[in-house]
């Protein structure tokens, strides 16, 4: 059986004005509040999701750098450059 996600909330600009506290209170424990003009969905209220640590060195070995990096480039592409 599969477990289907809940609709969010739809509320109008109005209403989201009149309650945004309530709103936020609502998000803050994990819904979702779609704000809706004229019943016609404009934005998505969700919750702020907080970056992760940041983990140094995560991408050691994953790129290189050849060891003619800094050579000089050939006179045919250089030859491009001063066109």
């Given at each position: 059986?599969?477990?289907?996600?809940?609709?969010?909330?739809?509320?109008?600009?109005?209403?989201?004005?009149?309650?945004?506290?309530?709103?936020?209170?609502?998000?803050?424990?994990?819904?979702?509040?779609?704000?809706?003009r004229a019943g016609r969905p404009?934005?998505?209220?969700?919750?702020?999701?907080?970056?992760?640590?940041?983990?140094?060195?995560?991408?050691?070995?994953?790129?290189?750098?050849?060891?003619?990096?800094?050579?000089?480039?050939?006179?045919?592409?250089?030859?491009?450059?001063?066109?």
């Amino acid at each position: 059986m599969r477990i289907m996600p809940a609709r969010p909330k739809s509320v109008n600009v109005h209403e989201a004005k009149t309650h945004l506290s309530k709103l936020l209170e609502q998000v803050e424990a994990g819904a979702e509040v779609v704000i809706a003009r004229a019943g016609r969905p404009v934005a998505r209220l969700v919750p702020f999701a907080r970056p992760g640590k940041r983990v140094l060195g995560q991408d050691a070995g994953l790129g290189f750098i050849a060891t003619d990096f800094d050579a000089p480039l050939p006179d045919d592409v250089l030859a491009d450059f001063e066109r």
